[in-house]
């Protein structure tokens, strides 16, 4: 309980019963005057300044506790954590818990109470937004999704035309691509995934087709990016903000996947990154959004190589 300044906390009057008098069955014993004196003035620096019972606004805000569950997308990850690691560090009481696991699983968890917030790197399903039709997003980034090989493959550019016919079994030798003959490992996201969801809109329900049985399928960005690397011979795709110096992003039509070809649209596979709430954000939801949001937390998102929204 927070009480106006220069009073008291109300159990202090219980304290100082307690002091003032020790009570048995058999005998009633007073304390010596200065010894009460001197109890009761403890008692009062105590529940002054130990427990925070008087404070001004900003020793409130610096002590109230928020908790907050954050969980889904693995793209959207790096910018949850990085928001949550500056808003904890400049709001103190504040706990955030940051997990992935998936943009289905943000959309579900959120939907059934289990998350605070959820988050997306796709748009929720037809399906979804029957289910949960008190879904509210809240766009909180854009991302671009990199084709990524390994750094010693000598392929540098693909033509969409040649992505599709990769990701369909068509193309399986790197050799047809003007690289060494070998056999192209192709890499997925699993179903579900709101990567996955992206490059499929994008590269291949133009041509009504879907990704080979053949694929390796890997439930995060980082995990692909592991398995490119690991191998000469691998494909994949993974966000923007994912792509390091272990793998290279190859040119897609002339078009390199870089932050400010996202923005300017010239790059063709790239979407938009969501946070939910299960109805409109409550006190401490919104004060996290509002943060993320903010000119702060979108030089959070730009540092994080991803692209800040609008």
Same mark, same amino acid.
């Given at each position: 309980?927070? +009480?106006?300044?220069?009073?008291?906390?109300?159990?202090?009057?219980?304290?100082?019963?307690?002091?003032?008098?020790?009570?048995?069955?058999?005998?009633?014993?007073?304390? @010596?005057?200065?010894?009460?004196?001197?109890?009761?003035?403890?008692?009062?620096?105590?529940?002054?300044?130990?427990? %925070?019972?008087?404070?001004?606004?900003?020793?409130?805000?610096?002590?109230?506790?928020?908790?907050?569950?954050?969980?889904? /997308?693995?793209?959207?990850? @790096?910018?949850?954590?990085?928001?949550?690691?500056?808003?904890?560090?400049?709001?103190?009481?504040?706990?955030?818990?940051?997990? %992935?696991? %998936?943009? /289905?699983?943000?959309?579900?968890?959120?939907?059934?109470?289990?998350?605070?917030?959820?988050?997306?790197?796709?748009?929720? $399903?037809?399906?979804?937004?029957?289910?949960?039709?008190?879904?509210?997003?809240?766009?909180?980034? $854009?991302?671009?999704?990199?084709? +990524?090989?390994?750094?010693?493959?000598?392929?540098?550019?693909?033509?969409?035309?040649?992505?599709?016919?990769?990701?369909?079994?068509?193309?399986?030798?790197?050799?047809?691509?003007?690289?060494?003959?070998?056999?192209?490992?192709?890499?997925?996201?699993?179903?579900?995934?709101?990567?996955?969801?992206?490059?499929?809109?994008?590269?291949?329900?133009?041509?009504?087709?879907?990704?080979?049985?053949?694929?390796?399928?890997?439930?995060?960005? %980082?995990?692909?990016?592991?398995?490119?690397?690991?191998? $000469?011979?691998? +494909?994949?795709?993974?966000?923007?903000?994912?792509?390091?110096?272990?793998?290279?992003?190859?040119?897609?039509?002339?078009?390199?996947?870089?932050?400010?070809?996202?923005?300017?649209?010239?790059?063709?596979?790239?979407?938009?990154?969501?946070?939910?709430?299960?109805?409109?954000?409550?006190?401490?939801?919104?004060?996290?959004?509002?943060?993320?949001?903010?000119?702060?937390?979108?030089?959070?998102?730009?540092?994080?190589?991803?692209?800040?929204?609008?």
């Amino acid at each position: 309980m927070v +009480i106006e300044k220069n009073y008291l906390c109300l159990n202090c009057a219980d304290y100082l019963g307690d002091i003032l008098i020790e009570k048995s069955h058999t005998t009633r014993r007073f304390l @010596p005057h200065a010894t009460v004196a001197m109890l009761v003035i403890t008692m009062v620096v105590v529940s002054l300044f130990g427990s %925070g019972c008087i404070g001004d606004k900003d020793a409130e805000t610096s002590t109230q506790s928020m908790k907050l569950q954050v969980t889904g /997308s693995t793209t959207v990850l @790096p910018i949850a954590d990085e928001c949550a690691r500056v808003y904890m560090g400049t709001h103190p009481g504040s706990h955030l818990y940051v997990s %992935g696991g %998936g943009s /289905s699983l943000g959309i579900k968890s959120v939907a059934d109470g289990i998350a605070d917030i959820g988050t997306a790197s796709r748009d929720p $399903k037809d399906s979804e937004n029957e289910k949960y039709p008190d879904l509210v997003l809240h766009a909180v980034a $854009k991302d671009g999704v990199a084709i +990524i090989i390994q750094s010693g493959n000598p392929v540098s550019d693909l033509t969409m035309e040649e992505l599709q016919k990769i990701y369909t079994g068509e193309i399986a030798n790197w050799k047809d691509l003007g690289g060494v003959d070998a056999k192209i490992m192709v890499v997925s996201r699993e179903e579900g995934s709101g990567t996955r969801d992206c490059f499929e809109q994008a590269v291949l329900k133009p041509i009504k087709q879907e990704i080979t049985d053949y694929a390796v399928i890997q439930d995060s960005n %980082g995990k692909i990016r592991t398995t490119v690397a690991g191998n $000469k011979d691998a +494909i994949g795709f993974i966000s923007l903000g994912y792509v390091n110096s272990d793998v290279r992003a190859v040119k897609l039509d002339d078009v390199e996947p870089t932050v400010e070809n996202v923005r300017n649209g010239e790059y063709a596979i790239s979407r938009t990154l969501w946070m939910l709430t299960n109805g409109d954000p409550d006190e401490d939801e919104r004060a996290f959004l509002n943060f993320v949001l903010s000119d702060a937390g979108q030089k959070l998102v730009l540092d994080v190589h991803f692209i800040p929204v609008e």
